[in-house]
């Protein structure tokens, strides 16, 4: 390593967990980026600036418009462009000597081995299961470490999979959770900046991975919530399986009539009553007694808050997004208590025992 080189990275050299040698070893390493949208686009800049020996970029998208409010690789000039072609020359400007390769394509079951072979790492930055299971299974196949992450609109989650002999995809999420319960950021939003911090997460994990350090999130799932500023982390392992597999065939849950749970709440019964409302709509009203709120669409990833042996009554403002909720806890295996939904939500709640509740 030149004299230039040993000073561009010299806040990187004196740190014990990197030092010279850790430095050397980010220089020869391969490092695949999947996806060069709002996670890949700050995960790519942080990359090429820590001297990643050679980047590889995996798309097969046009920067639009409506990227530029999170993508921060890509600029208005960059409209219409490749994603991949876009990036190639953004981080070029970085580093020059950075080799960089793209790929104009989608990364899919059938080309998903071939793409990244040979890489140390992989950074997932896509925003569907169909890719991340492809990634997944080709990640295990060629014993290659995976840092996984999602976004939607303030949370973001991030884990490493397959290194070191630790948990795969899989092991946390069997098969993809129903389509009501999983949409896209196009359809629910993403504040950009949230983007940034979990696509520099990104980086940050994959440099550890390439360094052998301790502290990966191997086993674990950081989620982190923007608006509350708070991070929690989820352990697993590869023994645990968290869902059935078998959505095809889900179990149909319970129904219960608000006059049915109110006479069960005067009997002093032990019920868990979760409301899956937005935030906004619990400002509004929300039924006495109420042991948690978790949005319907963050029921996946905060399972562990709900009780296993305790009967969950789900409600919502009508009970659409309550039914959809129950149908997909009560597929899951390790739920012993009873799960039912309460027909009509709060708003039905309001008409038959609450009436000081307001509708809306």
């Known amino acids: 390593m030149d004299e230039l080189r040993l000073k561009r990275f010299d806040r990187h050299i004196v740190l014990d967990q990197i030092g010279l040698s850790g430095q050397i070893r980010f220089s020869k390493s391969i490092v695949s980026v999947i996806g060069a949208g709002g996670l890949g686009s700050p995960a790519l800049l942080y990359l090429v600036a820590a001297g990643i020996g050679e980047i590889r970029i995996i798309d097969d998208d046009e ?5 530029l409010q999170r993508q921060i690789l890509h600029s208005e000039k960059d409209v219409g462009v490749k994603k991949v072609d876009s990036a190639a020359e953004r981080i070029s400007k970085i580093d020059s000597t950075v080799k960089i390769k793209i790929f104009k394509q989608k990364l899919t079951p059938r080309n998903a081995t071939e793409l990244i072979i040979g890489s140390d790492v992989v ?3 896509t925003d569907n299961f169909d890719a991340r299971y492809a990634l997944n299974d080709a990640c295990e196949e060629l014993g290659i470490p995976w840092v996984f992450a999602s ?3 303030f949370e973001g989650q991030v884990s490493v999979f397959n290194y070191q002999d630790g948990p795969n995809y899989r092991d946390l999420f069997p098969q993809p959770p129903p389509p009501e319960l999983a949409p896209n950021c196009s359809e629910a939003g993403i504040l950009g900046s949230v983007t940034g911090i979990i696509g520099s ?7 550890k ?3 052998g350090i301790e502290g990966v999130l191997s086993g674990k799932l950081l989620i982190f919530n923007a608006l509350k500023m708070e991070s929690r982390i989820l352990k697993f392992n590869n023994t645990q399986v968290k869902a059935n597999s078998d959505f095809s065939k889900p179990k ?3 129904k219960i009539t608000p006059r049915e749970l109110e006479k069960r709440i005067l009997a002093g019964e ?3 009553i979760l409301d899956v409302r937005r935030e906004i709509e619990e400002s509004i009203a929300s039924i006495r007694g109420t042991s948690a709120r978790i949005e319907h669409l963050q029921i996946p990833s905060r399972i562990d808050e709900l009780p296993r042996d305790l009967p969950i009554i789900v409600y919502c403002h009508s009970g659409v997004r309550s039914a959809a909720v129950v149908n997909y806890l009560s597929s899951l295996d390790d739920f012993n208590g009873a799960i039912a939904n ?6 039905r709640w309001s008409v038959e025992v609450d009436q000081n509740i307001p509708r809306y």
């Open 63 to 67: 920067v639009d418009i409506s990227n």
């Open 123 to 125: 950074i997932d930055g």
């Open 151 to 153: 976004v939607l609109r």
């Open 201 to 207: 997460i990104q980086a940050t994990e994959a440099m």
């Open 209 to 211: 991975v390439l360094l």
């Open 252 to 254: 149909i849950g319970m």
């Open 270 to 272: 032990s019920v868990f």
């Open 342 to 347: 309460l027909e009509g939500g709060i708003d």
